[in-house]
């Protein structure tokens, strides 16, 4: 089988089909191809997986006629809470307390379901005309010339494109067969995912308590039900990983105290190992990244997916305006425009989660001083959470036109 297309997206994880929705609606003829099979990808179960998405990400996928959906199965985030935690002790007296009144937006995120995102975006490209979609087939090799490129996928069938965007996750094959090298390290941290029930409701605050061994997010769905990212050294968060359920909620419980009443697991737990993994190009001859494929990044703040999002939108619009004006949309100018836009923001977010995740994980009397003092600083002035709460939001820097 030969096919050919304008964009060849190596990927159908979130990122990719986002991306193959934003540039279909210009007319581009896009190919995705992903490794796992459609029954894996599109799992109608509760898997115990759900996202923060900032309410810039919202729009973009409101603007792509994706939220329109999901919207049902969404739970509003109205307020977060960060203070510094310790097991047993609850909350610390300091900390930081963001409010969706205080922008004028609406509500900063909101969280939802991992099941019901991957669904939907499967039925949209499954659907649109200007789409193929390939699963369960991988790609193993590509071949870049002046004149265009192609991917050879591994029953034998060859995609020939103008561009390959690797969105492909933090092992890209994309990237390393474009001779794209990375740069980052192992947080020796594992994070526990889950979904719990509980009789108290949580009222759609997201509270991030930063404990000693790592940070604990508890992230508020729809009902009385709340998303946990629970973070702790390997050995331990394996050791608790491999505990039965019973078990499991009696290490849990003491970590963030009792304000959401008796607590139970509503749904299958999962462990992530955690590492920090950048190219350190966005772009190569005819090849783009996009999402974790460009930049994986701790979780701690919830923004990967965000992060990716952006990426979406801002290398859609280059795409689409390059391809308006004639331009090839793989030349090298077209691709360090894209590359330009998102290389200063990807490198903060880096730096900050990489950065908050030394400073709060760690029980040194000194640091919990300082930084229980500073968050008590910041949430004392005004203009200071005001950014703070855009920044959750995703509102702030170079926003892409989907994003606005
Ligand atoms: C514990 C945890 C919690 C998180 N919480 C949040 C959150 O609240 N908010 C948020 O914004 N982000 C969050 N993230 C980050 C978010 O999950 C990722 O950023 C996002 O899922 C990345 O999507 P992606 O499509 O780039 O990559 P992936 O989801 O990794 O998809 C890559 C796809 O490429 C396919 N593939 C790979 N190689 C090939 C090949 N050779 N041929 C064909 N297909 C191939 C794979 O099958 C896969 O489907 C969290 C991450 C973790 C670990």
């Not at 009144?101 to 099941?115: A, H, Q, T, Y």
């Not at 594992?190 to 308590?209: D, K, M, R, S, Y």
């Not at 900050?352 to 030394?358: E, G, I, K, S, V």
């Not at 009397?365 to 855009?390: C, Q």
């Amino acid at each position: 089988m030969s096919l050919n297309s304008d964009i060849a997206i190596v990927g159908g994880g979130l990122i990719g089909p986002v991306l193959a929705l934003a540039c279909a609606k210009a007319g581009l003829k896009c190919v995705v191809v992903d490794a796992q099979s459609m029954d894996t990808r599109a799992n109608a179960k509760f898997d115990g997986r759900a996202y923060a998405l900032a309410l810039a990400s919202r729009r973009m996928l409101n603007a792509l006629g994706i939220w329109q959906h999901v919207a049902e199965y969404a739970q509003n985030m109205n307020d977060i809470k960060v203070t510094d935690g310790r097991q047993g002790d609850g909350a610390a007296f300091l900390g930081l307390h963001f409010s969706s009144d205080e922008i004028e937006d609406g509500p900063m995120g909101s969280m939802l379901e991992d099941r019901y995102l991957r669904r939907t975006m499967m039925q949209m490209i499954d659907r649109h005309p200007d789409i193929t979609h390939l699963s369960g087939t991988r790609v193993v090799a590509q071949t870049i010339t002046a004149q265009g490129a192609s991917l050879t996928l591994d029953d034998g069938s060859v995609v020939t494109t103008t561009l390959i965007v690797g969105a492909d996750g933090r092992q890209s094959s994309t990237a390393a067969r474009a001779g794209i090298t990375r740069m980052g390290w192992d947080y020796k941290q594992t994070a526990l995912v889950c979904a719990i029930a509980h009789e108290a409701p949580h009222n759609g605050i997201a509270h991030q308590f930063f404990m000693p061994s790592g940070p604990l997010a508890i992230l508020p769905l729809p009902g009385n039900r709340s998303s946990i990212v629970w973070t702790e050294q390997h050995n331990l968060a394996n050791a608790i990983h491999r505990l039965p359920d019973n078990d499991y909620l009696q290490v849990l419980r003491p970590r963030f105290g009792d304000f959401l009443g008796a607590i139970e697991l509503c749904g299958p737990r999962h462990v992530y190992p955690l590492n920090l993994t950048i190219a350190r190009s966005f772009t190569g001859p005819r090849v783009a990244l996009a999402g974790d494929a460009a930049h994986g990044v701790h979780p701690i703040a919830g923004q990967g997916l965000n992060a990716g999002l952006r990426d979406v939108a801002a290398l859609s619009e280059v795409l689409i305006t390059a391809h308006q004006h004639g331009e090839d949309i793989a030349s090298p100018a077209v691709l360090s425009r894209y590359a330009q836009w998102r290389s200063f923001d990807t490198a903060a977010l880096a730096t900050a989660t990489d950065l908050f995740n030394r400073l709060f994980s760690n029980d040194n009397a000194l640091l919990r001083m300082g930084r229980d003092l500073g968050m008590g600083l910041v949430n004392a002035l005004p203009s200071a959470r005001r950014t703070a709460i855009r920044e959750a939001a995703g509102l702030n820097g170079d926003l892409p036109k989907l994003m606005q």
